[in-house]
């Protein structure tokens, strides 16, 4: 039957079914299945994981797991054996050293997070602050969404690439090598991220995801399904190295998945992404001194010109984009003289006599005429861009002048050796901690083609830096005033992990800390490259001017923290909101209200008039108020003080209960 051979073979199966009641239920689940089924990728989500608060103290009621991570069992705290409160009694009857437990919060049960100054590198007072922070990206994440929602202009990130490996520093193994469910388990890891992240991104935002060949292609459709086909910028291929002991190919390449968060915005704001051709600064040095040791004699400038220009293309750093400019005009400027003239369709309007300058004969036109219209080619051989050989059929061609066309968009495939990061990462750090580091030259090059001189550049996978470090030298290369937040987090590699266990060390301890991602190797890089010296004292270069600030994200116990004290912990996301710069308010004043030259907070409402008259001189001579915070439960209280303050500023309000305005890990999940 036709019908029948048209039908799903699912649906031809549950009509086999002989159990009616069967049938149906199964019918209606695959139809629920069918309704939620787009065309993509399909992935069973999992439930985020659980939030580790090594801080908090075990008391009756919590949720614990162990504190040496054997196992991934959690249970709940029924009561203690003594007052001492040194063994706990768990839900399964069991007894437990209270030393041996952390607590944990599954998904779903608030959690409350600040941040912690660790450390602080001023050495240029007034700029902006480079930020670093040591913490679970998810939850940082959700930190920054109150500051930095739509305000980011890049999000650069390299996360583990779910290749199973142990081996690292960091844990590639985010899911067991042998998991049937590891790459759904690592898109879910993956897709909560993203999707905060698109959010934090600005209308003309853009993210740039490093990915390996072993989720490449799930991640790609991920991306498609947070951010949208329509918004994909490139894959961007590079081969990095050569493995010559594969079986089949080497697969020495690494992929940039590039997206903007909605490319409309971007067409709008007419950007273009074009970087300078290499090696046109050195040309066009070049010809100016032909230029001048020759005074000007055309014909031996030319010979010099093109007898460089020979060389210089043997050294490579020039592409034939720079090096077809073998003409110079008769100012000396490198030019090149065959620009296409030709029309591509036969039209009317594009067939007419060029006339060549000299012999006033025509030059013949081309089968389909020529590019241009009669007028707008007459403009141009008046503005000496259109080159005439010596008679009229010796052939015809638009001149370009090279420092004109200096720049290009940047092409998909770029190959650079990859060992060479870590060399550099080993010098700094004066021995080898981290496996891979990306090339701070790669991102230098892209941030610069991606986002703006004054961009917020987020990087939640941070790692050892290399953003941060890219975008400290991009600064100093250029002049720029973008400001980079890093975010990683403090994990042991599994080798030193299971060494430390042996001395009886757990996570969370110091000396287990002191070997994590963030203390080994992240903050002696960054600090190291701008104070210019390494940890032990050593000298590794000037420094830089820049400041950088490394904080902890940790998780507040509303429990055991008095109402109003925890302002402290959230004063750092307040100052990130008015953009790290200046002095931060970091605890309620006497007076009730407190202004920096960025942003303003009023504690006590009865202090509005005080505090609206500050923030309106301060507005009327000039210094850009960025924020104001206004710290109440009541509403009239903060509509009376919206109505004072100055029209133009961003007034914020936050619960006199500071955790709850930054509670996390209730939303979002799967
Ligand atoms: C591939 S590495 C990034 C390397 C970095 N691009 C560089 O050049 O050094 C991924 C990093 O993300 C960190 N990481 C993994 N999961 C994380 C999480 N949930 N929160 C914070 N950091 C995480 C790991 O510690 C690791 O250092």
């Not at 699912?10 to 689940?29: T, Y």
């Not at 660790?118 to 007072?125: A, G, M, N, Q, S």
């Not at 190919?249 to 290499?278: C, F, H």
């Not at 296409?340 to 089968?367: A, E, F, G, I």
Request: aromatic content about 8%; glycine content about 8%; some cysteine.
């Amino acid at each position: 039957m036709v019908a029948n051979r048209q039908k799903p073979i699912l649906d031809d199966a549950i009509d086999r079914i002989d159990n009616p009641a069967l049938r149906r239920l199964i019918e209606s689940e695959v139809e629920k299945l069918r309704g939620s089924r787009t065309f993509g990728l399909l992935f069973d989500r999992h439930m985020p994981e659980a939030a580790r608060l090594s801080n908090h103290p075990v008391r009756k009621g919590v949720t614990v797991a162990l504190r040496d991570e054997s196992s991934t069992d959690t249970w709940t705290v029924e009561r203690f054996t003594s007052t001492v409160r040194a063994v706990a009694v768990l839900d399964d009857g069991s007894e437990r050293p209270v030393s041996d437990l952390v607590v944990v919060r599954a998904f779903g049960d608030p959690v409350y997070p600040g941040l912690r100054s660790v450390e602080r590198i001023e050495r240029t007072p007034g700029q902006p602050w480079h930020t670093v922070i040591n913490g679970e990206n998810y939850h940082v994440l959700q930190a920054l969404k109150s500051a930095h929602l739509g305000k980011i202009d890049l999000i650069y990130i390299d996360p583990p690439y779910n290749t199973g490996s142990d081996s690292w520093i960091y844990n590639d193994r985010y899911v067991d090598a042998n998991d049937r469910t590891r790459s759904s388990k690592w898109l879910s890891f993956m897709e909560r991220r993203l999707l905060i992240a698109r959010d934090l991104l600005k209308p003309t935002g853009v993210i740039i995801v490093a990915i390996g060949d072993d989720e490449q292609h799930r991640l790609r459709m991920l991306l498609d399904q947070v951010f949208h086909p329509q918004n994909f910028i490139s894959n961007i291929v590079w081969q990095g190295g050569r493995k010559n002991d594969s079986r089949y190919v080497s697969n020495g390449a690494d992929y940039m998945l590039v997206y903007a968060k909605n490319e409309e915005a971007l067409t709008q704001a007419e950007i273009e992404w074009r970087e300078k051709k290499p090696g046109v600064d050195e040309a066009l040095d070049k010809a100016a001194e032909i230029w001048a040791a020759t005074n000007g004699d055309h014909a031996e400038a030319t010979k010099r010109w093109r007898a460089w220009i020979k060389d210089f293309k043997k050294t490579g750093v020039a592409s034939d984009a720079v090096t077809r400019f073998v003409s110079l005009d008769a100012d000396g400027r490198p030019i090149r003289t065959d620009g296409n003239l030709t029309s591509p369709n036969p039209r009317p309007n594009l067939q007419y006599d060029l006339l060549h300058p000299r012999t006033r004969k025509p030059v013949p036109m081309p089968p389909n005429g020529w590019r241009y219209s009669r007028e707008t080619m007459s403009d141009l051989v008046e503005r000496g861009l259109i080159h005439f050989g010596p008679t009229e059929t010796s052939g015809v061609g638009g001149i370009s002048r090279l420092e004109e066309m200096n720049s290009q968009v940047p092409e998909s495939v770029f190959v650079r050796d990859r060992n060479a990061s870590s060399a550099r990462l080993t010098e700094i750090l004066g021995a080898k901690r981290f496996p891979n580091p990306k090339d701070p030259d790669v991102l230098m090059r892209w941030i610069a083609l991606a986002a703006p001189d004054d961009a917020v550049i987020l990087d939640f996978f941070g790692g050892s830096g290399t953003t941060t470090e890219a975008v400290l030298r991009l600064n100093a290369e250029d002049g720029g005033t973008r400001r980079s937040i890093l975010v990683t987090n403090n994990e042991v590699g599994a080798k030193q992990a299971k060494a430390l266990r042996k001395a009886g060390h757990h996570p969370g301890d110091p000396d287990w800390n002191a070997w994590g991602v963030f203390e080994y190797v992240t903050r002696p890089r960054i600090s190291t490259v701008v104070t210019g010296k390494r940890p032990d004292g050593s000298v590794y270069s000037d420094g830089m001017s820049a400041n950088v600030e490394f904080f902890d994200l940790h998780y507040l116990d509303p429990g055991t923290v008095r109402r109003g004290r925890e302002f402290a912990a959230i004063a750092p996301l307040l100052w990130l909101e008015a953009g790290a710069t200046d002095e931060r308010i970091g605890e309620p004043t006497e007076s009730g209200w407190a202004l920096t030259g960025r942003y303003g907070v009023l504690f006590d409402t009865d202090a509005t008039v005080r505090f609206a008259e500050a923030v309106t001189k301060a507005v009327l001579d000039g210094t850009d108020i960025r924020v104001c915070f206004v710290v109440t439960d009541s509403d009239t209280a903060y509509e009376r003080a919206l109505s004072r303050l100055p029209q133009g500023v961003p007034v914020k309000r936050l619960y006199e209960d500071y955790l709850t305005n930054f509670e996390i890990n209730t939303q979002g999940g799967a």
